[in-house]
């Protein structure tokens, strides 16, 4: 096979540049479970928590035996290659009907619980027609959140986040490249939830954004807004905790002046076990101190309902 033979300096520099992409775990969505349970003990909104967390394992049983769900076809995924875009686009796939069957695989694993404004929601969803749901998903992926009941989002998220998730994992290796657009998913083009400061091996010290759809992450710069690329008079918030001190909490918000917006950083050389999802849904408090301060989220949560619970 022929190749090219690299200098010793030019092997020093491979050796060095950081894994670009992290694809989640099988089980992500059981680990969410688990991690949420762990966090709703004494938490204020422990009900929520728990409420998610059955979802997530409802989540993880669809992901181990999904329906059949059509995704993109092996010309789309060769087009997205060459243009570098990418393989997943939300946009177009949310408009298809591939993830409906997930919806429905979900509403049928998930028990449906006590409460009555819960199970309305979950029978709104279940009695609406394709074109009603398809409209809900494009509403929620972008942003748009008046276009859809705010009890309706958890569960149409969770439905979205098993189809592209399953979607991600079954792409042969090397589809995902790096976009010129560094901000946005290179796998699914959405927003990070959080992002994730490693602190073991070769990613020691490095951020990765962790995606609010698809799951993955992808290298990001530190010192750096995630939102508008700023790098200067970044700000990182914390709330005050009595076992920690404020620069070693293991979420701290990264303020930007620039587009006053912010992202949550999951540090975790301080919580070792945080996950993306679930420490974002435990960690709104620090939500609020931040909207005090005149700033905005730019991070969705796809399991969070916009408004309250």
Known sequence: MAGQILEPGQIEAAANIPTFLNLPERDLFQHRAERLRRLAEGHPLAG?????????????????NP??????????LARSREHRMPPLAFETLVRADGWLAALDALLAHFKTPTNPSVAVALRQLAEADEGQRKAWGVGLLNGQFDLL????????????????????????????VETD???????????????????????NGLRYLACSLCSCEWHYVRLKCSHC?????????????????????????????????????????????AEAQADDLASLDLDLRLSEEGYLRRAPNLLLAPGGE
């Open 229 to 273: 690329q700023e790098s200067k008079h970044l700000a990182y918030l914390s709330l005050e905790r009595d076992d920690a001190k404020a620069e070693q909490a293991a979420i701290r918000a990264e303020a930007c002046p620039n587009c006053q917006g912010y992202l949550k950083q999951c540090y975790l050389e301080y919580g070792a076990e």
């Open 48 to 64: 929520y928590l728990l409420l998610i967390a059955s979802l997530c394992e409802a989540q993880q049983q669809v992901l181990d």
């Open 67 to 76: 329906p059949k769900l059509p995704g993109p076809t092996p010309e789309a």
């Open 149 to 176: 009941p705010a009890a309706l989002a958890p569960f149409l998220g969770a439905a979205l986040q098993v189809a592209f998730s399953h979607w991600l994992l079954a792409l042969p290796e090397d589809t995902v």
């Open 181 to 203: 657009t560094q901000t946005f998913c290179p796998a699914c083009g959405s927003p990070p939830v959080v992002g994730m400061i490693r602190h073991r091996g070769k990613q």
